[in-house]
């Protein structure tokens, strides 16, 4: 079975940083996809109104200017960052963003860390380094469910559409909306749809405003009425009655239990 579509577009950031005193900070994370693999220290955070706290053999991952207010907890902090764009592939659900990572993925950012300062290569040798062990990190840290996410020239249509739908979740969004930003007529949408997700588009964005929801719900304060609204729910209760359909709970009882890992 060959394999069609690319995952990276872009590398635009590979660095090693560290914050050698604890103390409180702000700071914004960078367009696309940006994740950070920590060696040392502890911070304990607010990214995008969630509550997160990691450190040493802990990887964390943004998406999209997110904005951050944290605190240092345990320094030095040091951690490995890489920024790249990759329209495709959608983030870790927000209850993932936060994971455990062994040793080979620490080597793993390391290596590129050293490929992407490397000058004595030629540029297609470097590039063909950096992406090759990005690669690796990135399937090093996608759960097991985001396995069955499937990319190919027939989905890539949904992917980019998926994409720009993720800042605007709090508008209306049919079938109309989705062919516009496309490009493309609604039954071209609708193809792509149902070969990349299995589901009809309004079912699938039905599941990604919920799966957001879920997130804000368990990790972060924010009334339900803010999040529904958030998630393009006028009123609070028809939110309530989805999101116990869909995960068997209200957003309520969800948030008493808190994350499940």
């Known amino acids: 079975m060959s394999l069609e579509g690319a995952i990276i577009t872009e590398v635009t950031l590979v660095d090693k940083i560290e914050r050698s005193r604890t103390g409180e900070f702000r700071s914004q994370s960078l367009p696309d996809h940006l994740l950070h693999v920590c060696i040392s220290g502890e911070v304990d955070q607010v990214a995008a109104g969630v509550a997160q706290r990691f450190g040493a053999g802990q990887a964390i991952w943004y998406h999209e200017n997110e904005p951050i207010r944290g605190r240092v907890i345990v320094a030095p902090w040091i951690f490995y960052t890489v920024n790249f764009r990759a329209p495709a592939l959608p983030p870790p659900p927000l209850t993932r963003r936060v994971s455990r990572v062994t040793n080979e993925t620490i080597d793993r950012m390391r290596r590129l860390h050293e490929a992407w300062l490397t000058t004595n290569l030629s540029p ?92 804000l719900t368990q990790l972060s304060k924010m009334s339900m009425t803010h999040i529904a609204l958030q998630i393009g729910y006028s009123r609070v209760q028809e939110f309530s009655r989805d999101y116990r359909a869909a995960f068997g709970c209200t957003p309520s009882q969800d948030r008493s239990a808190g994350p499940d890992y």
């Open 124 to 215: 297609v040798r470097r590039h063909l380094q950096v992406h090759s062990v990005l690669c690796d990190v990135i399937s090093d840290l996608l759960a097991e469910e985001e396995q069955h996410h499937r990319i190919d020239r027939p989905t890539q249509l949904w992917w980019e559409i998926e994409s720009r739908l993720r800042s605007r979740l709090d508008e209306p969004i049919d079938l109309k909306l989705l062919g516009e930003l496309s490009g493309t007529s609604q039954r071209s949408v609708a193809r792509a749809c149902h070969l990349a997700t299995g589901m009809s588009p309004m079912k699938r964005v039905k599941q990604m405003r919920l799966n957001y929801a879920r997130g």
